[in-house]
C-alpha cells in the first residue's frame, strides 16, 4: 500500500520543528559548557553586585589553609595605603595578566608606602599555587565567602580587578587588573594628596604582617 505523501505545509512544520529541536539543544550544550561562575559552587549563583568607589573594605574575612579565619585591618597608625589584586585560578583574563603582576609585585613591593594583597575566592592550596606558578613576589590570601551579598564577593566578582584602600580601608580607586598604568596613577595622586611621601624600604608584604586580626 502507498502512503500519501506529507502535504507541503506538513513538512514545512516538521523541518521547522527539527530546526528548533536542533538549536535548543546547541544552546543546552553551549550553557552546559560554560564555566561556573569562579568561586561560588555551594552557595548557588554569584552575587552581580560589585566594590565602588567609596565602599569600606576594612575587615575583609579571610582563611588560611588550615582552616583559620581572620580579617584584613586598613592600616589606620602607619597610614598605609592597601592594594587589593583580586583574582581566580579559573579566570582566562587573570591567567594573561599573571605574568605582569609579577612584574609589577617585584617593584611595588619595596615601596613602603604600600601593603600589596593578592586577594581570590578560590581554595588557598589553589590560590597559592597559582601565585607561585606565576613567580608573585606576594603571597596570595584567600577570602572566607559566607554570603553571597557580602563584600568578600563583591571583591572577587569581577577578576581581574585591582582596588586601591585609603589608610581608613576606602576604595579610591577600583579598576581593570589590566591597566597597571592607571593604578600606578591612582597610587601616585593619592600619596601626593595625603603626603604619602617617597618610596622608601621595604616592609614585609606576607599575610601575617596584613594586620589581621584585632
Given amino acids: 500500500m502507498r502512503i500519501p505523501p506529507f502535504p507541503r505545509w506538513d513538512r514545512a512544520a516538521i523541518a521547522a520543528l527539527i530546526l ?12 552546559e559548557r560554560q564555566p561556573p561562575p ?3 559552587t555551594s552557595l548557588g549563583a554569584a552575587s552581580t553586585s560589585f566594590v565602588t568607589t567609596g565602599m569600606s573594605l576594612d575587615g575583609l574575612q579571610t582563611v588560611e589553609r588550615e582552616g583559620a579565619t581572620d580579617v ?11 592594594v587589593l589584586m583580586a583574582f581566580s585560578e579559573t579566570c582566562a583574563h587573570a591567567q594573561e595578566v599573571s605574568a605582569r603582576w609579577a612584574e609589577w ?13 593578592p586577594v581570590s575566592g578560590d ?16 603571597p596570595p ?4 565567602i559566607t554570603d553571597l551579598q557580602s563584600r568578600e ?5 569581577r577578576t581581574p580587578w585591582v582596588f586601591l584602600l585609603d589608610a581608613r ?15 600606578d596613577q591612582a597610587i601616585e595622586a593619592h600619596l601626593t594628596e595625603t603626603g604619602g611621601g617617597t618610596p622608601g624600604g621595604a616592609i614585609a608584604q606576607s599575610p601575617a604582617n596584613f594586620e589581621l586580626g584585632g
Avoid: C
Avoid at 528548533?20 to 550553557?31: D, N, R, T
Fill in 20 to 31: 528548533l529541536m536542533a538549536g535548543q539543544s546547541i544552546a543546552l550544550v553551549h550553557k
Fill in 105 to 117: 609585585m617585584s617593584v611595588r613591593a619595596s615601596d613602603s608606602r604600600l601593603r600589596l594583597v
Fill in 38 to 40: 569562579f568561586l561560588i
Fill in 169 to 183: 580601608g576606602q576604595v579610591v580607586y577600583e579598576g581593570h587588573g589590566a591597566e597597571l598604568e592607571r593604578l
Fill in 123 to 138: 581554595a588557598p592550596e589553589d590560590a597559592a599555587r597559582f601565585a607561585s606558578a606565576a613567580g608573585w613576589a606576594v
Fill in 72 to 82: 584584613i585591618r586598613a592600616s589606620r597608625e602607619t597610614g598605609h595605603a592597601t
Fill in 153 to 157: 564577593v563583591q571583591v572577587i566578582n
Fill in 141 to 144: 590570601t584567600s577570602l572566607r
